[in-house]
Structure formats: C-alpha cells, structure tokens
C-alpha cells in the first residue's frame, strides 16, 4: 500500500505531461521486469485520453521489454479500471484487438484489465466478451484467465458460469492432433482455469470433465490427464482423480 500511495503522490505532484517520461523512468523494477505497482497505480489516476494514448503504442513503436511497452501496458490496465464503472464498446474492442498483441507482457495484461471488471461486474464482464469465446486463440485466453481467477470467483453460481464457458472453449481442442504457437497458450490457460473453477463447484466440474474423458479425442483427453492429476483435483477428491485416470489409461490399453 505504501507503495502505491508514493507513486501516486509522484505522479499527482507532477505535470500530466511529464506523466510519460515518469512511467518510462520507473517501467522496471529488476532487468526486463514491468513494474506493476507503478501502472496499476496510474490506471487509477490517469484518464482515459492517457490511456487511449499509450495503448495505441504497438509492438513496433513499443518492442517486448521496452519502456515504450510499458506505456501501453499501463493504457490497458486503465482501460481495464475505466470499463470496470463505465460501458464502452470501442475501448472494448481496443482492449480485444491488444488481447492478440505479439508482446506476451501485454496480452497478459489485458488478462489483468479484464479482471478489473469482473472482480466488480462479473455477469456483465461474461456478456461483452461472450464473442471472445468464438475468437483467436488469445483472446479465448484472455476471457477465461480474466474469468477463472481465485481472486474473483466468489460464489459456487459464478464458478458454474466460469465451467461453462471452460466447456465451450475446451471443445476448441476437438479433432485437433497438433497444438502448437497461440494454441498451446491458450491450452495451458485452459488447464489452470480449470483447476481454478473447479475448486470453486467441485461437482459442475467433474461432470463436465467426466463427459469429456468419454469423448474419444487424444487432446482432449491429455488435457482432461493433466487437470485430474493436478494437486487441485487431488485435494477435491482423490478417489474420484484416481478412477477417472483408470478410465482414462484403460482407454489406451485397449
């Protein structure tokens, strides 16, 4: 906290046009790491015309791990603060369109804006994104890691809301031998959400899991492997883990 409150000190007792140059200054904390503090701390005291500014900043004016970089990172965690009180349709499809960003720490966060807005509008947040679903790769990724957050699930309702759209999103893998490039991303997302929702409604899930181990499809059913062994699966129920990892191996023995 107190480091929140001095950024924020710095940048009010500074010129909105020296804003820049400050978050540039100060964009890491050690080697190429982003100094979150500092751009969670100006998505609360910028404005949107800030914002609108720096995410504008694309991967060639703003290199992965460059200070330029990091403004845009700030202009989406604000994008992420401001939607989170106010509906607009365009910031969203800004925020959809740095969601397929080559830069990893920036794809990243838009995961973060978006759980700005479902820790306060859950339901709505699951409306505007409910075509990201039917996206890329990345942004499937980003609408699931924004939703399956231990942080913001809250209730065994929102978790079951979170597991349906797991299902939708897992069938993406059907009848797909080869994962690779944005989609191997999105598959290792699509596991930890899964632990995630699935220690919130324990029982949603291994519904949804077990109807998926019975599909006759290798990717599916290595991801369906890797939740069920996780620790997380483990502590819910070991003995429910264990069986269906029987099923799933006396499949390929056969």
Same mark, same amino acid.
Not at 16 to 20: A, D, G, L, N, R
Not at 87 to 91: R, T
Not at 122 to 128: A, G, H, I, R, V
């Given at each position: 906290?107190?480091?929140?409150e001095s950024y ?6 500074i010129s ?5 140059a400050?978050?540039k200054e100060?964009?890491?904390?050690s080697g190429?790491k982003?100094?979150? /503090?500092? @751009?969670e701390t100006?998505?609360?005291?910028? %404005?949107v015309?800030?914002f609108? +500014?720096? !995410?504008g900043?694309d ?7 460059t200070s330029e ?6 202009g989406?965690l ?5 939607l989170?009180?106010y ?5 969203f ?18 995961v973060?804006?978006?759980q700005?807005i479902?820790k306060?509008k ?7 994104t409910d ?7 990345l942004?499937?990724?980003a609408?699931i890691?924004a939703?399956?957050n ?8 929102q978790? /079951?809301? @979170? ?6 999103? %897992?069938a993406?893998?059907?009848? +797909?031998p !080869?994962v690779?490039?944005?989609?191997l991303?999105?598959?290792?997302q699509l596991i930890?959400s899964?632990?995630v929702?699935?220690?919130?409604n324990?029982e949603k899930?291994?519904?949804m899991?077990e109807r998926?181990?019975k599909e006759e499809?290798a ?9 069920i062994?996780?620790n997380y699966?483990?502590k ?5 883990a264990?069986r269906?990892?029987?099923n ?5 023995r056969?």
């Open positions: 906290m107190k480091v929140l924020e000190e710095a940048l009010m007792n909105p046009k020296e804003w820049p400050y978050l100060h964009a890491f904390i190429n982003f100094n979150t /503090e500092l @751009a100006f998505a609360l005291v910028g %404005t015309l800030d609108k +500014k720096f !995410i900043i991967h060639l004016e703003g290199p992965t791990g970089s990091f403004l845009t990172y700030c989406v604000g994008y992420g603060r401001y989170s009180k509906y607009d349709h365009g910031l499809m800004q925020l959809r369109q740095r969601a397929n960003d080559p830069r990893l720490e920036i794809s990243q966060g838009v973060k804006a978006l700005y479902a306060k859950f339901d709505k947040l699951l409306l505007y075509d990201w679903k039917n996206g890329t790769p942004e499937q990724c609408c890691g939703v399956c231990a942080k913001v699930l809250s209730s065994r309702t978790a /079951e809301s @979170a597991i349906e759209l797991l299902d939708w999103v %897992t993406t893998f059907f009848d +797909k !080869i690779s490039g944005d989609y991303i999105l598959q290792e930890e899964w632990k929702a699935a220690s919130r324990p899930a291994q519904r899991i998926w181990i499809d990717t599916i059913n290595s991801i369906m492997e890797k939740i062994t996780s699966m483990q819910i129920d070991s003995e429910w264990d269906w990892l029987d799933l191996n006396n499949k390929y056969a």
